[in-house]
């Protein structure tokens, strides 16, 4: 089955810095791949995302890189603010219906 | 519209209870996962249900662990014997034909 590795699981960051969380993948055949934030207390919700066409997308201060030849994908967080401190699962699916999580990044931007 | 729920918010029991876990998705959505997120891990497949195929339980730790979906809609997970390490929170997502998933806000077993 998949495997997604996750790194780092806990990055921290003075506000106005820039984050970069990483997943490796294992399942060639793997063509969708999201990333969740999950505040303390909440249920995760989706950020962004990215398909196997597309190597960049944006979104205002975040964005999804992804590429398919290393079998990687990772998330940039610029201009972090104290509000973006959260844990945050990369995901990956597409081999199969049921998405691989990752174990989590636990991001601590700092005022 | 109304979002994933899931219902008790926090349920604590005895050790070798059966417990019962709702999930109310997304009207229409066809796709509901049920996982399981202990503390400062991941989300762990548990089961998944699309329409009114037969569900995928590769993910059940264990066969104290089954889940039911009526009419396509609500779910209930239910652990029979419950046993300490079945602490955690359960999260129930549902999707409606698109990848995203859309979680609940989750049920914290405590199983004392």
């Known amino acids: 089955g998949e495997n997604v590795e996750q790194h780092p699981s806990t990055l921290s960051v003075q506000e106005g810095d820039s984050a970069v969380i990483k997943c490796t993948y294992s399942d060639s055949a793997s063509n969708y791949f999201p990333w969740y934030k999950q505040e303390l207390g909440k249920r995760p919700q989706l950020i962004i995302d990215i398909r196997s066409n597309v190597g960049e997308k944006k979104d205002q201060r975040i964005a999804v890189t992804l590429n398919k030849t290393a079998k990687h994908f990772s998330l940039h967080i610029t201009e972090t603010q104290p509000e973006d401190s959260a844990v945050y699962f990369c995901a990956v699916s597409g081999g199969s219906y049921i998405p691989t999580f990752g174990r989590g990044t636990s991001l601590i931007v700092h005022p | 519209g109304a979002g994933v729920s899931q219902s008790p918010s926090n349920k604590v029991t005895e050790k070798g209870k059966d417990v019962e876990l709702r999930c109310d998705p997304i009207?229409?959505?066809?796709?509901l996962y049920w996982y399981r997120q202990s503390l400062g891990q991941g989300l762990e497949f548990l089961i998944y249900f699309q329409g009114n195929s037969a569900p995928d339980k590769s993910g059940l730790p264990s066969d104290r662990f089954s889940a039911e979906r009526t009419g396509g809609s609500v779910s209930t997970l239910t652990i029979q014997r419950t046993q300490q390490e079945d602490s955690a929170v359960y999260l129930c997502a549902s999707s409606g034909g698109g990848d995203e998933q859309f979680f609940g806000p989750g049920t914290r077993l405590t199983v004392l």
């Open positions: 009207s229409g959505h066809t796709a």
